[in-house]
């Protein structure tokens, strides 16, 4: 048998040549030139179930998988204790400023040790290729198309050109990898392992000693074989609890074309001489530990056809369905074939490489429709790398998962959206011990973490989560605006309404009125801030808070109308909404974060919690009242002047994404063109994987809060209004977006601008009459293509425009 030699690939990086003219770029998609130093490098790819990154070597490869349910059990859960018979005290230490010590005390009633995270997300095991090479490796590339979800790293040697596609399949629910070389010139030797760290982080690393802590105390019993055709992996968790995952096995069927195959008894497949490999890889998570599923799992990959084409093209289809509704066109052109190394190069905060946007644009939406699944996105979507994620790689509701999932409803995949709600849906009866036992109340509490369940465990001495009141309100948001967007009146019925009604009930038992009949929130957190004057986060009436009451109360009434219900609790929510605090402006002109005169602002903070009014829209209170909109716009100027400025670190992506929707419901496209150019510099790395700080901290927020960004700049809507063009900057004088979904059931099939000439092309799902909006006054407008009545409105820049139902309506507006 002939002898392989398997040598480290990285120090070859050097030798790797930029090799686009030999690895297409994708039509939709990106070409890089180096691989991957570390996992948050590498290419991913997945289908909402099973992650798949490729640290993209071409002698020592490295696949991590992973599994969106994978989380690692850390223990039972531990049950808030019931507390509600003090909260009187918590209060009454707020009410007199003492607010540390009534952080001290719900933390000390809660029987913590200290601040508990919920289970891990965390990778499933390593598929490693190792292969050498016959001469220098040369004209290396690697690239992933969006629109197949197709992953390809290239290079070549003296025998030729060697290649590794990869993709996750919607339709067969695996993972499906082509190995490909010159004629009898394929020799690799093949293993399923544990996550192994070694050859991107330091043995003596913090994070390389931390993860390898965890593995050692929380996975045992681990088997790993090789036969002829099969490699398999499993393992057991050691501190697995009822209810929890018990156990995890691996498959991967190999398949080679040519050649000879031999098992060893490490664990390892070696293949020589062979024409391609093709592997399939499944993942199976144990609940009963007694049941294996690992024959089951061998039949069902025995039972895909041989032929990495037809599985590509069956994925695809699914796949494309899904990206291929929107299309971004600001101009990139040629720039669209430099390597993204090239492309972040060149892009300055200055000047922001129009190609860059489009590719960015759509990598978030590429993102997150491959970590969309059973479940949402966690932090670092349906990726791991290591066995100690940042903050557990785990659902934050506090701002993560909403900046997550904010592109799904306008970013035309509706479906993507009821992952979140069903798993809101499923934590519900944590969610509701937690209201009983915190604060005695009927309804909901939705903590700031949850994974595998949804207790409130995120509070220490110094942080008071267990003080978020907003979450459930917030999410709510999300159930309500599904409808809005579908027009689907059986979820609003039998999700919406339901949901919505949990979360105001809390409210019902948890506010209470002040002296002045104005009710008070307390206590309250504004997540993970302190105000200015304080040395704790213990608060009360934090602007989030009021205003998620706000909203969650407003959309109540009109979804109990539109369903012709809850005629007897209209009234008591309305009358809850006479009573909420009214918005207020610092001495700087700026929104206040606590509805106070007590609590001072804290501005220099990640978080941007008191815009949460302008997130999404503007609600009449805001819309009517030319001094607070001037107090949120400053709010935003004073956020990107005294937090972002000189914020060499870029702590906490998503806060940009949240000062750009701001920005954008007023209107405001110079500003949103601010926050868009950090976005696009500063958290991004070469694979198009999105992070939390400056090019570091694989996350996956902004890839869903960075295309909301963007549509909300070009097209907004509210229900019977769709406005177009509403924040564009001065940078963007031409250009085009496609699939934009509005409230309302409205698709916006494309919009075209350039100069003052304004073309769209509109199709509603059924007969209505909308306001269409423009940001200056219209000249005319003109139908060209289907039928449609359009009125004058007594704004010049507004028409009425009456929609056919599943008729596209063009036309063509001259601006002033």
């Not at 001290?104 to 200290?114: C, I, K, M, P």
């Not at 004057?533 to 109360?553: G, H, I, R």
Request: glycine share 8%; proline share 6%; charged share 20%.
């Amino acid at each position: 048998m002939k002898r392989i030699i398997f040598p480290a690939c990285l120090s070859l990086i050097a030798t790797f040549s930029n090799a686009t003219e030999r690895l297409p770029v994708p039509q939709r998609g990106f070409i890089s030139s180096q691989p991957a130093q570390t996992w948050e490098e590498g290419l991913i790819c997945g289908n909402g179930t099973i992650g798949a990154n490729a640290l993209s070597r071409p002698l020592d490869e490295r696949v991590i998988f992973s599994h969106e349910r994978l989380f690692l059990p850390m223990g039972p859960p531990l049950m808030p204790p019931d507390q509600s018979v003090r909260l009187f005290e918590i209060r009454r230490l707020i009410d007199r400023g003492l607010y540390k010590q009534a952080c001290e005390l719900q933390f000390q009633l809660s029987g913590q040790d200290g601040f508990m995270y919920p289970d891990y997300y965390v990778p499933a095991f390593d598929l490693s290729i190792r292969t050498q090479a016959e001469g220098e490796v040369r004209d290396y590339a690697r690239s992933v198309d969006f629109q197949t979800g197709e992953a390809t790293v290239h290079w070549a040697d003296d025998r030729g050109v060697f290649q590794r596609r990869m993709f996750v399949s919607r339709a067969d629910g695996v993972a499906v990898l082509l190995l490909t070389a010159p004629q009898s010139a394929l020799d690799c030797r093949l293993a399923l392992g544990p996550r192994d760290l070694s050859d991107e982080f330091d043995a003596d690393s913090d994070v390389f000693q931390r993860s390898q802590q965890v593995f050692e105390e929380h996975i045992e019993d681990i088997h790993r074989t090789a036969s002829d055709g099969w490699l398999t992996y499993s393992n057991r968790f050691t501190k697995a609890y009822p209810g929890s995952i018990h156990a995890l096995e691996g498959g991967a069927r190999v398949v080679t074309s040519g050649g000879n195959v031999e098992p060893h008894d490490d664990g390892t497949l070696t293949v020589t001489g062979a024409d391609r490999v093709l592997l399939m890889v499944d993942i199976r998570l144990l609940y009963d530990p007694q049941k294996s599923e690992m024959e089951a799992m061998k039949q069902t990959l025995e039972a895909l056809p041989v032929d990495y084409p037809g599985l590509l093209d069956r994925h695809a289809e699914l796949h494309g369905q899904l990206f291929n509704r929107m299309r971004l066109d600001l101009g990139g052109g040629a720039d669209h074939q430099r390597t993204t190394e090239e492309l972040l190069e060149l892009s300055t905060n200055e000047n922001p490489n129009r190609a860059l946007i489009e590719k960015q644009f759509d990598a978030g939406r590429y993102n997150i429709i491959c970590s969309t699944g059973e479940l949402p996105p966690t932090l670092q979507g349906v990726w791991g790398g290591t066995y100690v994620p940042g903050w557990a790689s785990d659902f934050t509701h506090n701002g993560n998962v909403p900046s997550a999932i904010a592109s799904q409803l306008m970013g035309n995949t509706p479906e993507l959206m009821l992952a979140y709600t069903s798993y809101i849906e499923s934590i519900v009866p944590w969610m509701e011990i937690n209201a009983q036992h915190l604060f005695g109340a009927r309804g909901i509490v939705l903590p700031s973490r949850s994974t595998t369940h949804g207790f409130n465990n995120a509070l220490n001495p110094n942080f008071a989560g267990g003080m978020w009141v907003g979450g459930a309100g917030w999410a709510a948001h999300f159930f309500h605006d599904y409808y809005l967007y579908t027009g689907d009146r059986e979820f609003l019925a039998e999700h919406a309404l339901p949901f919505m009604e949990k979360a105001a009930v809390f409210f019902e038992d948890y506010l209470y009125e002040g002296p002045d009949g104005t009710y008070i929130f307390s206590p309250t957190q504004s997540p993970e801030n302190t105000p200015g004057n304080s040395n704790s986060q213990a608060s009360y009436n934090a602007t989030m808070d009021v205003a998620v009451a706000k909203e969650l109360l407003t959309n109540l009434i009109s979804a109990s109308r539109e369903l012709e219900c809850n005629q007897d609790k209209i009234p008591v929510w309305q009358a809850m909404l006479d009573k909420m605090p009214e918005y207020m402006i610092d001495d700087n002109g700026i929104i206040k974060e606590w509805l106070t005169p007590r609590l001072e602002n804290n501005d220099n903070h990640r978080h941007c919690s008191q815009l949460y009014p302008l997130f999404d829209g503007m609600p009449e209170e805001i819309a009517d009242s030319p001094e607070l909109q001037a107090a949120f716009r400053k709010s935003i100027e004073y956020k990107l002047d005294r937090h972002w400025r000189d914020n060499q670190r870029g702590f906490m992506s998503f806060g940009l994404v949240q000062l750009g929707q701001a920005a954008t419901s007023l209107g405001e496209g110079e500003l949103a063109y601010h926050c868009l150019r950090h976005l696009v510099n500063r958290f991004w790395l070469n694979n198009l994987a999105s992070m939390h700080n400056h090019r570091s901290l694989f996350n996956m927020d902004i890839s869903g809060g960075m295309p909301a960004v963007i549509i909300k700049m070009l097209v907004a809507s509210e229900p019977g209004t769709i406005q177009l063009l509403p924040a564009l900057p001065s940078a963007w004088p031409s250009g085009r977006i496609e699939g934009v979904l509005c409230r309302g059931a409205i698709q916006v099939d494309s919009l075209h601008w350039e100069g003052n000439k304004v073309e769209v092309t509109l199709t509603s799902s059924q007969s209505q009459t909308v306001v269409l909006e423009l940001p200056a006054e219209i000249v005319r407008l003109s139908v060209t293509g289907g039928t449609a009545q359009v009125d004058a409105t007594d704004q010049s820049h507004q028409r009425t425009i009456g929609l056919p139902g599943d008729q596209p309506v063009s036309m063509v507006i001259e601006l002033k």
